[in-house]
């Protein structure tokens, strides 16, 4: 697990889980559905939809990866009280594949968040910076490739027999 | 993209469809006598897989789904 330094700040304060009523919130009441066959076919009815098909090619085109998608649709569905954190842990990987292969049938270019997300990202404008850099460095190369050559022609002495003595 | 951990990414990753099929089914020791044991009509092996086990039913789903994708990204490839 990633650990950053930073704090964070949207975390629930100590002692919120307190504020309500105890079983006053849908994830704390038995959940919808208990087991992973009816989640399933809890998610392959949502999902098959065309309602959802629509809303979904337009959030993947918008660069959204498959990864959070299915985080979230998990996440709210437990906070909903459909099914519990571990079913919804145990039916993630069948969401992605759902998405990706609505994704697929819809012809999107899709992000699918399987990426190292600690890969450093090669942006254009750091190639971009790159390449000025690059092209800098050669031009003085060449400066001082002409200089040295100037040099080494002005310090060159003249041999031979017709050469003027010193 | 963002840093944070996300479960997602790890559960597919670790989600092994191609290998399940391997996974041994765990007998337990059957109970033979009884009024409430279980008759074998009951409990219908039809693949050999563990159907007990969560993980293996979802990775028959992904399993299906997968090779429905695999059929669109090949149509897709070939046009």
């Known amino acids: ?166 | 993209m963002s840093r944070q951990f996300n479960a997602a990414r790890e559960a597919y990753k670790r989600m092994d469809i191609e290998g399940f099929e391997n996974l041994k089914t765990v007998k337990k020791p059957e109970k033979t006598g009884g009024l409430l044991t279980r008759s074998n009509t009951m409990s219908k092996e039809t693949d050999g897989l563990d159907y007990n086990n969560p993980a293996v039913r979802v990775a028959k789903q992904m399993q299906v789904i997968r090779k429905y994708r695999d059929e669109i990204n090949g149509d897709n490839e070939s046009t």
């Open chain 1, 1 to 166: 697990m990633a650990i950053t330094n930073q704090p964070s700040f949207d975390a629930p304060i100590p002692g919120q889980s307190l504020t309500a009523e105890l079983g006053a919130r849908p994830w704390q009441t038995p959940s919808r559905f208990s087991t992973v066959d009816d989640t399933i076919d809890y998610y392959m009815e949502r999902m098959s939809s065309e309602e959802f098909m629509v809303q979904l090619t337009e959030v993947l085109e918008s660069g959204v990866p498959v990864t959070s998608i299915a985080n979230t649709i998990q996440l709210s569905s437990v906070m909903e009280g459909i099914h519990t954190v571990d079913v919804g842990m145990l039916v993630l990987p069948m969401i992605m594949e759902m998405l990706m292969m609505i994704g697929d049938s819809a012809g999107v270019k899709y992000e699918t968040g399987l990426e190292n997300p600690n890969k450093p990202i090669l942006r254009d404008s750091a190639m971009a910076k790159a390449i000025t850099e690059y092209e800098a460095d050669l031009k003085n190369k060449d400066e001082v490739t002409e200089t040295e050559d100037k040099e080494v022609e002005e310090n060159e002495e003249p041999t031979g027999l017709m050469a003027r003595r010193k």
